[in-house]
């Protein structure tokens, strides 16, 4: 049976036929690494998923973790799967052998956790965080805190979570509160409460690892002034035994529109309820040096990031999938010529208005899967290419398209969901289809790990203008050899290559023009509708390459994709046309209306 959850013929296309992963295991890092060890492993995530994470899904949502004030409890399906999921090794997939991991190149393993993400979003949060927690202290914390944290979390007996987030601060970092008190015996005691964490508290892993950020006595102000910090839900000893109960204190759940699966926390540190040696506050470790919190931090949110950007496309997969199925089994209607009412109902696929939708979703999905792809096989460069020239341009193009592998996902993936509900009708309005709880799950991604307003300001005003322009000048030119080989084969390709070639050039002239007058609080306000011509740019370049990557097949799976590039460059990219001309008036709109006029 074909999975509803992802397309494995087109991963295989992404993965094999456009980003050449085999050619990886050519580098050393990759040499025990093969087709099969790759097919090996997207096969196991497939099978877990289904079997393990698919299951309990909609029980996850209608049975949301509580809360009785002492313990936490969830159905017993999520710690059974983790369980499963943690004796696949898939949690290390692509960390050291070193430290227990498979070594599997990042784009290889971001396709295998797309699995779990389309099977059970709540439920695949868990790792999800556990592995960009172990990561950030791979490559900032000591050699102890890696042997006493990191090997446990790859082995599946600790969870791991990312505190950043207080009541009052919000997105604005600045405004953390969160302090730690240096004791002599070279610990720390923190004091404070943090809020939206993730995976904050359960009872599905032995410990739960929190990266907390917090302020250092004395510390400069803003987020300059912040320090990383590890703290044990319980305390490990020398020896790796557990000890006593560390002093961090769930004050309660959120209750979430979707995502229910996961626990969504506020959490209290040094409230004085657990004492580690009868002295108050909860016990943290500094990850690396005074006062570099947030910049340590980025390592584990840009992954967070990418992250999100998968997970808003698994939901928008899936949902397509699942639109297409319902739409070639549901009868209804007759075709627009037919005039005798008797005549037998066709499958709704057969409407236009349906295909439109389905075409739509079909871009947004492949679309959204091949940037997060992508952007994984950046990452392999930047990690394995053959020069450190190749290396640091493969850093700074991941730098610039990490705000966008994000957001537009989460955008349009949505939609995605938006119209998988419509293709369904009032059945996908109902809980007794998946559809609309696909939504509700994927409405959260526009907002976590940083809101689409966020991102827009990090791409207009950092990742555009860095070094001189020096991100936005290579986006522009990686594209730009695209639309060269494009125009070589000619026919639509070469049409297709022209239109980009336009918006290519529209970008480097709208950059320019917002930052021109100096004003940059005229250019930030338009950096939402910056971000998204830009992102639907950056789409329309992905797809050019997939268009490209089945020349010369004629299978009804490469036609798909001939007709889904057609579909985005006809129906999608004019959209930018409106942004780019409000991007170039320099509206100010939005700055000038008054409180008191709303």
Known sequence: MTSLLLSRRDLDFLLYEWLDVQSLTARPRYADHSRETFDAALELSEQV???????????????EPSFDGERV???PEVKQALAVFASTGLLGSAMDHEVGGAQLPAVVANACFAWFQAANPGTAAYPFLTAGNANLLLAHGSPEQIDTYVRPMVDGRFFGTMCLSEPQAGSSLADIRTRAEPRA??????????????????????????????????????????SLFVVPKVLVGADGALGERNDVVLAGLNHKMGFRGTTNTLLNFGEGVHRPGGEPG?????????????????????????????????LGYTGYLHALEYARTRP???????????????????????????????????????????????????????TPEDRARAHLLLDVLTPIAKSWPSQWCLEANSLAIQVHGGYGYTREYNVE????????????????????????????????????????????????RAKAVGGDAAEYAARLDANLQR???VTGRLWATGDPETALANATAYLEAVGHTVVAWLWLEQLLAAEGSTSAFHDGKRHACRFFYRHELPRTEAQFQLLESLDRTALEMPDDAF
Not at 286 to 311: D, K, S, T
Not at 358 to 383: F, H, I, S, T
Not at 470 to 482: D, F, K, N
């Open 49 to 63: 998923a289904e079997r393990h994470f698919a299951p309990h899904n909609k029980r996850n949502d209608a049975e």
């Open 73 to 75: 409890h969830m159905i």
């Open 185 to 226: 015996d070279g610990t720390y005691r923190l004091f404070g409460n943090k809020m939206w964490i993730s995976g904050g508290e359960h009872e599905l892993s032995e410990n739960i690892v929190h990266l907390v950020l917090a302020r250092i006595p004395g510390g400069p102000p803003g987020v300059k002034g912040l």
């Open 282 to 314: 909860a016990v943290g470790h500094l990850v690396g040096e005074e006062h570099r919190g947030l910049a340590y931090m980025f390592h584990m949110m840009n992954e967070a990031r990418i992250g999100v950007g998968l997970g808003a496309t698994a």
């Open 332 to 386: 209804q209607g007759r075709p627009v010529g037919a005039k005798d009412a008797a005549s037998p109902q066709v499958p709704i696929i057969a409407h236009a208005d349906v295909r439109r939708m389905l075409l739509a979703q079909k871009v947004y999905a492949e679309g959204a899967l091949a940037l997060v792809l992508y952007c994984g096989r950046l990452l392999d460069e930047e990690r394995t290419a053959a």
């Open 437 to 484: 709880q696909f939504y509700r799950d994927n409405r959260l991604n526009p907002i976590h790990e940083g809101t689409h307003g966020i991102h827009g300001l990090d791409l207009l005003g950092r990742k555009a203008v860095m070094d001189g322009g020096a991100g936005l000048r290579l986006l522009v030119e990686t594209a730009s050899a695209t639309v060269d």
């Open 507 to 509: 970008i480097v002239t």
